[in-house]
């Protein structure tokens, strides 16, 4: 993970998902790297890096049903913008 220019960037489809439930806008998918997609949200958008942290530290709290639709949703976008 990591914010260049004002792109918040990271691999974990898990934290992508979140951020994404949460209301964060995914600008990119970079295929740079054949093995892996890196998410990149919108990084200017308020309360983006208390979100991370509140991912990381396990402090942040949402409905498991929701999640798992926009990690799901995020896994056919990957696969879809394959073809």
Known sequence: ??????TYRTSSLHLGATLDCLGYTI?????????RVVFCFDGEKHGL???????????????????????KNLKSRIYNDQL
Not at 1 to 6: C, G, P
Not at 51 to 59: C, T
């Open 1 to 6: 993970m990591n914010k260049q220019k004002d």
């Open 27 to 35: 600008v990119e998918l970079d295929r740079t790297d054949p093995s």
């Open 49 to 71: 890096e208390e979100a991370v942290q509140g991912f990381w530290d396990g402090s942040l709290r949402l409905p498991p049903a929701t999640l798992f639709t926009h990690e």
